[in-house]
């Protein structure tokens, strides 16, 4: 009964992983291709600064949990090292894509400026 329970949880577990957790709410490819006017891309510089400050809160909340580690690494056993390296790794991950996200916001921006 335990063993069926555990492939259970085990099973959930890995759909739960497999899926998309943010899926993107338009089809960027297209809306780019499709930008003409400066209201065009206005809102795709609004979408990329929105997805830029939920990337820095991810990189954020990712240095809060690596704080946590630093301080009370004796919480996690031998696994101290490796949750501090994967929360340090998130954490520069998000803040390249929050980065990433800032300069299209601010590229489309400017075509926005040029298309008036």
Do not use: W
């Not at 499709?34 to 400050?53: P, V």
């Not at 690494?73 to 990433?100: F, N, S």
Request: charged share 30%; glycine share 2%.
């Amino acid at each position: 009964m335990k063993i069926r329970l555990f492939f259970v949880i085990l099973t959930a577990l890995a759909f739960i992983s497999c899926a998309h957790i943010d899926p993107h709410p338009m089809d960027m490819t297209s809306a780019i291709r499709n930008a003409k006017t400066s209201k065009d891309h206005y809102a795709l510089a609004r979408h990329y600064q929105a997805a830029a400050e939920a990337m820095q809160a991810r990189a954020d909340e990712q240095k809060r949990c690596l704080t946590e580690y630093r301080k009370h690494g004796y919480y996690y056993g031998r696994k101290t090292i490796d949750v501090k390296e994967h929360a340090q790794a998130l954490a520069h991950i998000y803040e390249e894509a929050a980065e990433e996200n800032r300069r299209m916001a601010e590229s489309h921006r400017q075509m926005a400026e040029e298309a008036k």
